[in-house]
């Protein structure tokens, strides 16, 4: 007969159920990753010609049988993550004693899901930037709270500098997801190439908007150079942060969780750095994308 403490199996099961939820959001973002690049125009051959091409038009790429696949995976995995965000709702609600931090995030990830599950009615197959925002910003949030919450607490911060670190990233995340929405890839090529274009474009910050639809034009070349711009900008901003709250889980003897970060952080300045001269291969911008979402996450979880 088990001695085990009703108390402390409820609190196994949430972590069992918010570890799965972790595996179903890590396929979400790939998923979710892959159709939006496809859609936008990566991965297309020959390459730049046919991105160039889409960009023009105004286009997609075609539908394959890869996409039609990848549509179907993300109907199913969604609705799994229904399932088990609703049983983490009533893992820690149905019975008494609440558990009232785990209750909190369970409720806050039921939000997003029947949020993300409305925005994909409303808005299906649009790659607006709205919509694409939404999507990537709901779905990598979700990640990064179930981890949270398949983790015990910390005591405290890693370091004072924690969320205004995660704030950057979600900043750089974003504008990430905008240049990918708004066909921006080829905008400009390294900083220097970047500021040299975007003195000589000019053009409003209001471009900016990811509301505002722009024509083809000068315009448009504008916004994507300034979202490059920014983008490039933002990441030079983000290294010393991310190593100095490193360092501050270092100091904690939170030795996993610091070199977990550093190797993410190493990953991504490779992965990011060798997008242009490799040509923006399809499988290393899902790379970038996915070690971005695995470095939010692992950034609550210091905060």
Same mark, same amino acid.
């Given at each position: 007969?088990?001695?085990?403490?009703? *108390?402390?199996?409820?609190?196994?099961?949430?972590? =069992?159920?918010?570890?799965?939820?972790?595996?179903l959001?890590?396929?979400?973002?790939? *998923? &979710?990753?892959? =159709?939006?690049?496809?859609? &936008? $125009?990566?991965?297309?051959?020959?390459?730049?010609?046919?991105?160039? #091409?889409a960009?023009?038009? %105004? $286009?997609?790429?075609?539908?394959?049988?890869g996409?039609?696949?990848?549509?179907?995976?993300?109907?199913?995995?969604?609705?799994?993550?229904?399932?088990?965000?609703?049983? !983490?709702?009533?893992?820690?609600?149905?019975?008494r004693?609440?558990?009232?931090?785990?209750?909190?995030?369970? !409720?806050?990830?039921?939000?997003?899901?029947? %949020?993300?599950?409305?925005?994909?009615?409303?808005?299906?197959?649009?790659?607006?930037?709205?919509?694409?925002?939404?999507?990537?910003? %709901?779905?990598?949030?979700? !990640?990064a @709270?179930?981890?949270?919450?398949? =983790?015990p607490?910390?005591?405290?911060?890693?370091?004072?500098?924690?969320?205004?670190?995660?704030?950057?990233?979600?900043?750089?995340?974003?504008?990430?997801?905008?240049?990918?929405?708004?066909? &921006?890839?080829?905008?400009?090529?390294? !900083?220097?190439?970047c500021?040299?274009?975007? #003195?000589?474009?000019?053009?409003?910050?209001?471009?900016?908007?990811?509301?505002?639809?722009?024509?083809? %034009?000068?315009?448009?070349?504008?916004? +994507?150079?300034? *979202?490059?711009?920014?983008?490039r900008?933002?990441a @030079?901003?983000?290294?010393?942060?991310?190593?100095?709250?490193? /360092?501050?889980?270092?100091?904690?003897?939170?030795?996993?969780?610091? +070199?977990? @970060? +550093?190797?993410? /952080?190493? /990953? #991504?300045?490779?992965?990011? +750095?060798?997008?242009?001269?490799?040509?923006?291969?399809?499988?290393?911008?899902?790379?970038?994308?996915?070690?971005?979402?695995? =470095?939010?996450?692992?950034?609550?979880? *210091? &905060?």
């Amino acid at each position: 007969m088990s001695t085990e403490d009703p *108390l402390a199996r409820r609190l196994r099961l949430v972590r =069992m159920l918010a570890w799965a939820l972790v595996a179903l959001m890590l396929a979400t973002v790939l *998923l &979710s990753a892959y =159709m939006r690049l496809w859609q &936008s $125009g990566l991965g297309c051959e020959p390459w730049p010609d046919c991105y160039e #091409q889409a960009l023009r038009g %105004g $286009g997609e790429a075609a539908a394959g049988a890869g996409l039609a696949l990848a549509r179907l995976l993300h109907r199913a995995v969604a609705s799994l993550v229904l399932v088990v965000a609703l049983l !983490l709702a009533l893992a820690t609600l149905g019975v008494r004693p609440r558990l009232r931090r785990e209750a909190g995030l369970a !409720l806050v990830l039921l939000a997003l899901t029947l %949020g993300l599950a409305a925005l994909g009615v409303v808005a299906r197959g649009s790659t607006r930037p709205p919509v694409v925002l939404g999507n990537l910003l %709901g779905g990598f949030l979700m !990640l990064a @709270l179930a981890l949270r919450l398949a =983790m015990p607490a910390a005591a405290r911060a890693a370091t004072r500098l924690a969320w205004p670190a995660l704030a950057l990233l979600l900043l750089q995340i974003a504008l990430g997801a905008m240049v990918s929405a708004t066909h &921006s890839t080829l905008a400009c090529e390294g !900083l220097g190439d970047c500021m040299q274009r975007a #003195q000589a474009l000019g053009g409003e910050w209001s471009l900016l908007d990811p509301w505002r639809s722009l024509a083809p %034009g000068t315009d448009a070349a504008a916004r +994507g150079v300034r *979202l490059q711009l920014l983008h490039r900008l933002l990441a @030079l901003l983000l290294v010393p942060v991310l190593l100095l709250v490193a /360092l501050g889980a270092l100091r904690q003897r939170r030795r996993v969780a610091a +070199g977990a @970060l +550093g190797a993410l /952080l190493l /990953l #991504q300045l490779l992965v990011g +750095g060798l997008l242009a001269p490799a040509g923006w291969p399809l499988a290393q911008v899902l790379a970038h994308n996915l070690t971005a979402a695995l =470095m939010l996450a692992l950034l609550l979880r *210091l &905060s």
